[in-house]
């Protein structure tokens, strides 16, 4: 199993400083992988990252919610979607995504659809490459 980050991740970047196998890496580029993407092959399922997350945007795969409901107000960031979102990250850098839609409380997504992206980016993606 592994720990699978979804699109309410808005590359934020305090799960990567606490990943003990430093599995963690952001995509690249941000306009086709816009959020951060777990190697399954490395991760520990130690779950340190999930409370780093201030979206609450990681999960263990087998929790991933197909029926998740918003609070109102947070974003997702997918490809396909439009909305401007700026902000700054963990560290106080400038974060931009063009990738965005912010939700409206009780509107209902499936995040189950971001969880093979996570395995596409290190099987045929920019984290094959990264990793070798
Ligand atoms: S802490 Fe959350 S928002 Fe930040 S990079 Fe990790 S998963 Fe994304
Ligand atoms: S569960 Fe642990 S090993 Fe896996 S990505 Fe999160 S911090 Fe890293």
Same mark, same amino acid.
């Given at each position: 199993m592994t720990y699978i980050i979804t699109s309410l991740c808005l590359r934020? %970047?305090?799960?990567i400083d606490v990943? !003990? =196998?430093?599995?963690? =890496?952001?995509?690249? !580029? =941000?306009?086709?992988?816009?959020?951060?993407?777990?190697? !399954?092959d490395t991760c520990?399922?130690? %779950?340190?990252?999930v409370p780093?997350? !201030?979206y609450d945007a990681i999960f263990s795969?087998?929790?991933?919610?197909?029926?998740?409901?918003?609070? %109102? %107000?947070?974003?997702?960031?997918?490809?396909g979607l439009s909305g401007h979102y700026e902000n700054t990250d963990h560290h106080g850098d400038t974060v931009v995504l063009e990738t965005t839609k912010q939700l409206e409380a009780g509107?209902?997504?499936?995040?189950?659809?971001d969880t093979q992206p996570n395995y596409d980016f290190f099987e045929s993606g920019p984290g094959y490459d990264?990793?070798?």
């Open positions: 934020d %970047g305090g799960c990943c !003990p =196998v430093e599995c963690i =890496v952001p995509g690249q !580029p =941000v306009e086709e992988w816009p959020w951060m993407y777990i190697d !399954p520990i399922d130690c %779950g340190a990252c780093e997350c !201030p795969e087998d929790e991933v919610p197909e029926a998740y409901e918003a609070k %109102g %107000g947070e974003y997702i960031s997918r490809l509107e209902v997504v499936d995040l189950t659809e990264a990793l070798g």
